[in-house]
């Protein structure tokens, strides 16, 4: 049965105004100019680390910078292989560091875990694929997903997920597509998409794939409007995905950005970085704001930038925040802030689903609700929902 909705505000538009979303320059990274490092999220600091320096050398030294008090420090030192082109991910509080390539050529497979209570290194269980750098990762479901890459003679379309708290892998079904590295990725509403990179033909590609994890399923996407290219960078924010940077195959810097919106399945132009790089290593604030990182420009060789992407004000447009896709009985509810609930009553009252926010923007599954009239409240604002 197809269900068909109305939303009816109450009381506080919930709907609110669109998030602006612009880009400021932060204090620069304080160790070695470089590129092609790593860099995550936790607890309210911006980690960044390894990479490719002057001198073509790599570095496992860390830093951290507290947002709130705007202070950039050193913090524990990688105690494994030195390494560029690696990946990280944070899950359940704990960041995840893996592959890469040694300053010998020497493909990495390794899995560490850092705790920042203790600002320290813990050694998991290698990963069990071809060792690989210039892989792409990102979370499904506190779990983390890493595929694609390269080593020195081959590349890769595999896809894995790696489970932290059983420290498991589990291989997944290949790309469809031919093997590609250098790929850019990120999560929309339990989704995975990658796209961009050079596949083991040596051609740059600008293609996107969308990968289901419950149905183990690839499909294909939009193509990037930005046009083929490597060495991007790629996150998600309040429900949609942001793109961009990179080179061409001609060796063209781009200084372009790009969203992604999975409800009306197609890419838009978003505010151009502040500075044309390739190499950069972006990573997300969930609630609000994405950080860019070093990485390489034109004429400037390595930098040490940091750039922040977020929401500086709002504008007078409304914003479709609450959508619902009624061949999927789904509701997508974006803009969210990290640890609010939500609470659905019925019109009799009754507490019919719960939810903690624990990322911004969250999907309901409406299979199996009743046609009639539903409460939302989400910090103490109030919409009704009817179905019919």
């Known amino acids: 049965m197809r269900l068909l909705l109305t939303l009816v505000l109450l009381g506080i538009n919930l709907l609110g105004f669109n998030q602006l979303l612009q880009w400021t320059e932060k204090d620069p990274f304080p160790g070695l100019a470089r590129d092609d490092a790593a860099s995550f999220y936790l607890k309210g600091k911006v980690y960044c680390g390894s990479g490719n320096h002057s001198g073509f050398g790599q570095s496992n030294r860390f830093y951290a910078y507290d947002i709130q008090l705007n202070k950039w420090n050193e913090v ?16 359940n509080d704990k960041a995840y560091f893996f592959g890469g390539v040694s300053p010998s050529n020497q493909a990495l497979n390794d899995v560490w875990e850092y705790d920042s209570d203790t600002d320290s290194w813990i050694q998991k269980s290698d990963f069990p694929g071809m060792a690989r750098w210039a892989a792409v990762s990102l979370i499904l479901e506190d779990k983390i997903f890493y595929g694609s ?26 790309l469809p597509d031919l093997p590609i590295f250098e790929m850019v990725g990120f999560n929309l509403y339990g989704n995975a998409y990658v796209g961009l990179g050079k596949d083991c033909t040596d051609v740059f590609r600008a293609n996107f794939w969308r990968y289901n994890l419950h149905q183990n399923q690839w499909t294909s996407i939009a193509d990037f409007p930005g046009g083929p290219r490597w060495y ?65 420009h ?91």
């Open 76 to 91: 524990a030192t990688f105690p494994g292989q030195s390494r560029q082109y690696a990946q990280a991910e944070v899950v």
């Open 149 to 174: 890459g390269r080593n020195p003679t081959e590349s890769f379309n595999d896809f894995w997920l790696y489970d932290p708290k059983n420290d498991e892998w589990e291989q997944l079904t290949n």
């Open 232 to 296: 991007a960078v790629g996150q998600q924010l309040n429900g949609k995905g942001f793109v961009g940077g990179g080179t061409s195959e001609s060796g063209t810097f781009y200084d372009d950005w790009w969203t992604y919106d999975p409800i009306t399945q197609a890419w838009k132009k978003a505010e151009n970085l502040p500075k044309a790089h390739r190499g950069s290593t972006i990573c997300r604030n969930p609630s609000n704001e994405l950080y860019v990182l070093c990485g390489l």
């Open 298 to 388: 034109g004429t400037e060789g390595r930098l040490k930038q940091f750039l922040t992407f977020g929401n500086q004000g709002n504008t007078s447009e409304t914003n479709s925040q609450f959508i619902h896709l009624a061949q999927e009985n789904k509701l997508l509810i974006n803009s969210l802030q990290i640890g609010d609930e939500l609470l659905v009553f019925n019109l009799s009252g009754n507490l019919i689903y719960e939810a903690s926010v624990v990322e911004d923007h969250i999907q309901i599954d409406l299979a199996g609700w009743s046609r009639g009239m539903y409460v939302f409240n989400v910090a103490d604002q109030k919409f009704k929902l009817v179905l019919f």
